[in-house]
């Protein structure tokens, strides 16, 4: 031993002997069932009868009139937008900070992504921020749920309706939260909801369009299907539209997701209580909130270190990453990535968004997929001390 007293003294850095995953499903044998029946039998006249049921199972669940099943979030976004009638020379508002699937659609309508700020305690668009980027050619809002965190929808359904606006939520990430006693995803003019495989709930690949509008709900249905409208056998299209349909056998695994979703929401809670608990007393670090008035379905686990810890997000990571402990960056603000630099929208063209990009520099998600178990969540909250002593 040294007696300098600097590697006598250095922490003991402890290894997972498992790569911890950050995000992962829970699957039974009602989804392997559902699917091996659907490969049977889900063809000729019955092609649709997963779909229709997975469908109807989700707007029950959601409190809405219409659900449509699709190949991803994406999609049910792009739809949202064309069947709204978004297109060159609009602009559309939206966080600054979220994934960039929430935002590549209105370049794919060729409109104008126009960056708010987020909130310091949702980490959702700022109603304030949106109002203040309003001009007349704003044909739309997309508000996200980001992380399980509700956004201001009261305020946000003002804004809207003053302005005659498109009022889209990106309900992703928040399955199964609430906001005044409704189910997100049923607050916007349409709801949009992701089953990739790190979701809450999951079909592999997927997505849902939610809406209680018929008019949204019969163009989303047309374009959907290359402009044909609902019902059409003669094929005859009337428009040029898109091929956005999700496969039988995702629709059986989501129909058997689906009406195992109180047990999943309860479980992605608990996980969320666990690592609360075990953060419990260590000073200065942020997680996901949940306000009065709303319920969080946590689909990540959320921290955000204050800034005198003297680490960025991908400091952090590479230190839980020598642990063998998958995390994620918070996202970005998207204003600041490659992917927009040339654009107009980039962060050199757009005033600052203190809040989000404060938040954005040092927040991680943990380890939150259905795989966690106390012992787990234990190892990796030992694990951010350790980290955050150093
Ligand atoms: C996952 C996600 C999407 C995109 O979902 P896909 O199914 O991958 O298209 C959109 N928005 C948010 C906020 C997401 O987290």
């Not at 007293?5 to 402890?14: D, L, R």
């Not at 995000?23 to 044998?29: C, F, L």
């Not at 230190?319 to 927009?340: G, H, V, Y």
């Not at 980039?346 to 809040?355: F, L, Q, R």
Request: glycine letters at 8%; a negative charge.
């Amino acid at each position: 031993m040294s007696d300098d007293g600097k590697t006598f003294g250095a922490p003991v850095v402890i290894v997972a002997k498992e790569p911890i995953a950050v995000a992962g499903p829970w699957v039974t044998e009602r989804e392997i069932q559902y699917v091996t029946e659907a490969a049977r039998t889900a063809w000729f006249k019955d092609h649709y009868v997963f779909n229709a049921r997975f469908e109807k199972a989700f707007a029950e669940y959601i409190g809405v009139k219409h659900a449509v099943s699709l190949p991803h979030c994406t999609a049910a976004i792009h739809l949202s937008l064309a069947a709204g009638g978004v297109g060159p020379g609009d602009e559309v508002i939206v966080p600054d900070v979220t994934w960039i699937a929430s935002v590549a659609p209105v370049i794919y309508v060729g409109a104008k992504p126009v960056f708010a700020d987020i909130k310091r305690d949702t980490w959702c668009i700022d109603p304030a921020s949106v109002k203040a980027a309003i001009t007349e050619r704003t044909k739309a809002i997309i508000g996200v749920d980001l992380y399980g965190s509700m956004a201001d929808w009261a305020e946000l359904r003002r804004i809207a309706d003053a302005h005659g606006l498109l009022l889209i939520e990106d309900a992703a990430e928040s399955l199964g939260s609430e906001y005044a006693g409704r189910k997100a995803g049923a607050l916007g003019d349409t709801g949009v909801f992701s089953f990739h495989g790190s979701k809450t709930v999951t079909t592999g690949e997927g997505g849902m369009l939610v809406t209680d509008d018929d008019h949204l709900h019969t163009r989303v249905m047309t374009l959907r299907d290359h402009g044909r409208p609902p019902g059409d056998k003669l094929f005859l299209n009337t428009e040029v539209g898109f091929k956005y349909k999700m496969s039988a056998f995702q629709a059986a695994f989501g129909l058997a997701q689906i009406e195992r979703v109180e047990e999943l929401i309860a479980r992605k809670r608990e996980i969320f209580s666990w690592y609360r608990n075990a953060l419990e007393g260590v000073n200065g670090i942020t997680l996901n909130a949940e306000p009065t008035g709303t319920v969080n379905s946590y689909w990540m686990v959320t921290v955000i270190p204050d800034p005198t810890y003297g680490m960025d997000k991908f400091a952090l990571m590479e230190a839980f990453r020598e642990r063998n402990i998958d995390t994620r960056p918070f996202f970005s603000p998207l204003s600041s990535l490659p992917a927009f630099a040339d654009r107009p929208e980039s962060s050199a063209h757009m005033p600052e968004h203190p809040a989000g990009e404060a938040i954005a520099k040092f927040g991680i998600n943990l380890p939150s997929g259905y795989h966690m178990t106390p012992e787990l969540v234990q190892f990796v909250t030992d694990t951010l001390r350790q980290i955050l002593k150093a």
